[in-house]
T-cell receptor, first 110, second 116 residues
């Protein structure tokens, strides 16, 4: 099993849609979880950290299920500007590295 | 604040040539990292420096060397470039020290390297 797996997409949705991305990770000892956003030909930027109790930042909601080793990102009321690749990131073995998923591509159209 | 800066932005090398990628951060961060990003592979850690004066190998260190010149600067050197090193290289930094920590990593704009 790969360390971090994501559905690559692309997810093509209209403006205003709700879309959810999923991510699974293999290291049960991982302690920290993040979603990063990467625009085309740009650097990754932190979107939000993911906490055990779940957390929300505006239209974005992140959930963590440690038992199933599963992370999700929900985007409500999608905007054109949400079009990007979303990277699921977890700490690796012994907490010594950040492991990046390959990313899920979202395209929001008008 | 410029954040994390990288030079050059683009580079084309011939097989066997050497070059150094430069990275600097002005956020007084302790840890710095070098990643490569290839299509379909995601970001992979090459080397990191958890504090000034220390460097450690990441997932894909072969063919690379690094130098943590001071707290601000972390360079990546390709001694004898190979076509397999064609990639986009990102430098990143984070506030924490003592390991590849749990705090936010801030990335530079990347260097697009092609090795012919």
């Amino acid at each position: 099993r790969k360390e971090v797996e994501q559905d690559p997409g692309p997810f093509n949705v209209p403006e205003g849609a709700t879309v959810a991305f999923n991510c699974t990770y293999s290291n049960s000892a991982s302690q920290s979880f993040f979603w990063y956003r990467q625009d085309c030909r740009k650097e990754p930027k932190l979107l939000m950290s993911v906490y055990s109790s779940g957390n929300e930042d505006g239209r974005f909601t992140a959930q963590l299920n440690r038992a199933s080793q599963y992370i999700s990102l929900l985007i409500r009321d999608s905007k054109l500007s949400d079009s990007a690749t979303y990277l699921c990131v977890v700490t690796g073995q012994a907490g010594t590295a950040l492991i990046f998923g390959k990313g899920t591509t979202l395209s929001v159209s008008s | 604040n410029a954040g994390v800066t990288q030079t050059p932005k683009f580079q084309v090398l011939k097989t066997g040539q050497s070059m150094t990628l430069q990275c600097a951060q002005d956020m007084n961060h302790n840890s710095m990292y070098w990643y490569r990003q290839d299509p379909g592979m995601g970001l992979r850690l090459i080397y990191y420096s958890a504090s000034e004066g220390t460097t450690d190998k990441g997932e894909v260190p072969n063919g690379y060397n690094v130098s943590r010149l001071n707290k601000r600067e972390f360079s990546l050197r390709l001694e004898s470039a190979a076509p397999s090193q064609t990639s986009v290289y990102f430098c990143a930094s984070s506030e924490g020290w003592g390991g590849v920590g749990v705090d936010t990593q801030y990335f530079g704009p990347g260097t697009r390297l092609t090795v012919l």
